[in-house]
């Protein structure tokens, strides 16, 4: 009898075991599967739609354009700026990174050299036959290629995001399109300038419609009095004398302080009979106006400043009615003559 109690004592402790611990003498070969390695590279279509193979990660990036340089140091990426061009001066830590050459014809040893995971370059700077060559070799390349104020800022965004910093990328998105739309309201009601910007003075030299110079125009309360599909016209002289902007626009970089540059200009023919230039009504603004970069934007303030000074200074309400009256119309120039061949022009291929 006791020999049937135990026998009876062990099959219960087996049914136990084999209802509440059974996992325990699982296989071992019964396991979960480890997780699936993530890919090391991923496609993506830049703006002038090529479609390219990147890594996941990006931390070594070398620009081929100074807005691009700007921007990844607008992003706070700067670390990952392995290398840039000789023309790439902002801000000013951007002149300690290594040099590459110029923006038309860097060298691809000195770029290769740096091992890149990315360069960087821009459709109205940089060169087809670059492209092409750092792709023989192995080296990926995202271009941009924007064309307004809102496209600059766009591209700004995306960019940020293929870098893998899209939190950063809209909140400056965000940020400068907040100042533009207080610079929208403070402007508003008052009529545009009408204004020749001036590219090179012989021979003279100005933008067209669908540069993003005359966008940035437009938000700073302006409006070019050249009319022209060109992106960068030679224009007639005596046209312009004609027309009689309100205002002449000069680039510091191009001409140093503008006072010297209207002075100058004062001597020449044909430039005397321009009312701007005898009653000193001129603007100088940085080469910022001339980089499609977050820095933009403040340049386009600092030009509707200097434009529509009523507009930042408080004026008592009955007199709001009388500033700035409407200015008489006049027609656009449209007799241009040969299209002038710039710098930028030359390198337009990609």
Same mark, same amino acid.
Request: hydrophobic share 45%.
């Given at each position: 009898? +006791?020999?049937?109690?135990?026998?009876?004592? *062990?099959?219960?402790? =087996?049914?136990?075991? $084999?209802?509440?611990? /059974?996992?325990?003498?699982?296989?071992? !070969?019964?396991?979960?599967?480890?997780?699936? @390695?993530?890919? #090391?590279?991923?496609?993506?279509?830049?703006?002038?739609?090529?479609?390219?193979? @990147?890594?996941?990660?990006?931390?070594?990036?070398?620009? $081929?354009?100074?807005?691009?340089?700007?921007?990844?140091?607008?992003?706070?990426?700067? !670390?990952?700026? *392995?290398?840039?061009?000789?023309?790439?001066? +902002?801000?000013?830590?951007?002149?300690?990174?290594?040099? *590459? /050459? /110029?923006?038309?014809?860097?060298?691809?040893? =000195?770029?290769?050299?740096?091992?890149?995971?990315?360069?960087?370059?821009?459709?109205?700077?940089?060169? $087809?036959?670059?492209?092409?060559?750092?792709?023989?070799?192995?080296?990926?390349?995202? =271009?941009?290629?924007?064309?307004?104020?809102?496209?600059?800022?766009?591209?700004? #965004?995306? $960019?940020?995001?293929?870098? /893998?910093?899209?939190?950063?990328?809209?909140?400056? #998105? #965000?940020?400068?399109?907040?100042?533009?739309?207080?610079?929208?309201?403070?402007?508003?009601?008052?009529?545009?300038?009408? *204004?020749l910007f001036i590219v090179w003075t012989e021979p003279l030299i100005s933008i067209g419609n669908d540069t993003f110079i005359a966008d940035a125009l437009r938000y700073a309360g302006a409006v070019s009095v050249v009319d022209s599909s060109q992106n960068w016209p030679q224009v007639n002289l005596e046209e312009v004398v004609h027309l009689q902007p309100e205002f002449l626009i000069f680039v510091e970089s191009h001409f140093g302080s503008a006072p010297q540059s209207a002075e100058a200009l004062a001597d020449l023919p044909g430039w005397r009979l321009l009312n701007a230039v005898r009653n000193r009504r001129y603007a100088t603004i940085s080469d910022a106006i001339n980089r499609p970069a977050p820095r933009l934007v403040s340049a386009v303030e600092d030009l509707a400043r200097q434009l529509h000074s009523e507009a930042f200074t408080e004026k008592p309400q009955n007199d709001k009615d009388q500033t700035n009256p409407p200015a008489p119309s006049a027609p656009h120039l449209s007799s241009l003559t040969e299209n002038a061949a710039t710098p930028k022009e030359q390198a337009c291929a990609l």
């Open positions: 009898m +006791f020999i049937h109690s135990t026998l009876r004592a *062990v099959a219960a402790a =087996a049914l136990v075991l $084999l209802l509440n611990g /059974g996992a325990i003498c699982a296989p071992q !070969d019964a396991a979960a599967p480890p997780l699936p @390695v993530p890919p #090391a590279y991923r496609q993506v279509t830049d703006e002038i739609g090529r479609t390219i193979r @990147v890594r996941q990660a990006i931390h070594r990036i070398v620009s $081929l354009a100074p807005n691009l340089t700007e921007t990844i140091y607008a992003l706070g990426l700067q !670390d990952r700026l *392995v290398g840039d061009t000789d023309y790439c001066d +902002f801000p000013p830590e951007a002149q300690l990174k290594t040099k *590459v /050459g /110029g923006a038309v014809n860097p060298s691809l040893e =000195a770029i290769a050299a740096l091992h890149p995971d990315l360069v960087l370059v821009t459709k109205n700077l940089n060169r $087809l036959e670059t492209v092409q060559a750092l792709a023989e070799i192995g080296i990926p390349s995202y =271009a941009t290629d924007p064309h307004t104020v809102d496209a600059i800022i766009a591209s700004v #965004a995306r $960019l940020a995001d293929l870098l /893998g910093a899209p939190e950063i990328g809209a909140t400056l #998105a #965000a940020d400068l399109e907040r100042h533009l739309a207080v610079l929208h309201e403070r402007l508003a009601s008052l009529p545009p300038r009408r *204004v």
